[in-house]
């Protein structure tokens, strides 16, 4: 038998053990029976079911393409659709159960669109990337008495666990803090680096971080900031623009013309617009000026992120429940 001809065969094998593949293993996750046909709670469960089918198939579309196959994935009910007219019929007492659905799930996705778009308006906390399902759970305990007997009196429904929400690592308790975000950073450090490879969502973009960092308006994070521009070149412009917002306050940098948004450095002579992407100046920059501030922020090293973090400073102020800024995208 000739080489091409036994080549031929071998790929028709190949591709018929992958089509048994996409048959067996990645068929839509079975829907649970404990809620009853056409609740919420159903309707959710089903959502869960297919957005984790579609995230299983869009990861193995991408391999069986290589060999020549294609799969035709059909629209399904998003979550985010579902919790959008859940907010618009039942107003606040859908708050425990879009804490439960972002406790199944807890992927960068549903955190957002959940967090962002549904609940941010029902419960005037702004969104966070840091705002997993046992952060809102935990904010329900000590809320829930500010809003209607009928939703106080809704359960969390324990929805199944999709893929990722099995899979999930949730953010620690003391991540209203300052330092609490920080101790985050080496593993956030390493999503990043990781993100092309994969394709798996970080828990918080680079934009986000940057700003959830700064939101505590705590010199303490300038150096802590700086390190971030140089480990994640992607995100620099995102991180000196929140050091901006940090150390604009001082003596250094002045409005020009006032209500301009225009910021000169009147040391260096240059706009802040020209020094915000420029990772080195800011190093030079720290060099020069940390002795300005307390004693505790200018000993801080800054930081390169391949260790974990350790702390030798009080923070400034603790941010309170649902402090960290909003960040549309």
């Known amino acids: 038998m000739s080489w091409g001809r036994r080549g031929g065969l071998i790929a028709v094998g190949l591709l ?3 089509s048994v593949a996409v048959t067996l293993l990645f068929k839509a996750r079975p829907i649970s029976t404990k809620w009853p046909a056409g609740s919420d709670e159903e309707r959710f469960a089903r959502a869960f079911a297919a957005h984790d089918r579609e995230r299983r198939l869009d990861t193995l579309s991408q391999v069986l393409q290589v060999v020549g196959i294609d799969i035709d ?3 399904t009910p998003p979550v985010g659709k579902v919790a959008q007219e859940l907010l618009v019929r039942d107003g606040p007492k859908a708050i425990p159960i879009l804490i439960g659905v972002i406790d199944a799930d807890n992927s960068y996705d549903t955190v957002y669109n959940v967090g962002y778009h549904v609940l941010r308006g029902l419960t005037n906390v702004e969104y966070s ?17 500010d809003f209607p007997a009928d939703a106080q009196a809704i359960g969390i429904p ?24 920080l101790r985050l950073a080496p593993e956030i450090v390493r999503e990043w680096a990781a993100f092309p490879k994969t394709g798996k969502m970080p828990r918080a973009r680079e934009q986000e971080y940057a700003m959830a960092l700064a939101s505590h308006q705590d010199p303490h994070a300038i150096p802590y900031l700086i390190g971030l521009g140089k480990v ?8 000196q623009n929140s050091l901006g917002e940090l150390i604009m306050a001082g003596s250094e940098f002045e409005e020009v013309p006032l209500g301009s948004g225009k910021y ?14 420029d990772v080195d100046w800011w190093l030079a920059w720290w060099q020069d000026h940390k ?17 974990p973090l350790s702390f030798d400073w009080q923070e400034a102020q603790a941010a309170s429940h649902g402090n960290d800024p909003e960040v549309p995208r």
């Open 16 to 18: 018929l053990v992958l």
């Open 73 to 75: 994935d059909h629209e």
């Open 129 to 145: 990337p840091f705002h997993d399902g046992p952060w809102w759970r935990r904010w329900w305990d000590s809320h829930k008495q």
């Open 158 to 181: 324990e929805f199944d666990k999709s893929d990722n929400g099995r899979a999930y690592t949730s953010f620690p308790a003391d991540t209203d803090t300052l330092q609490g975000k």
């Open 232 to 239: 994640s070149r992607r995100g620099a412009q995102d991180f």
């Open 264 to 277: 000169l450095d009147r040391v260096m002579g240059r706009s802040y617009q020209e020094l915000s992407g």
């Open 291 to 307: 002795n300005e501030y307390s004693a505790d922020v200018a000993a801080i090293e800054i930081p390169d992120y391949q260790t």
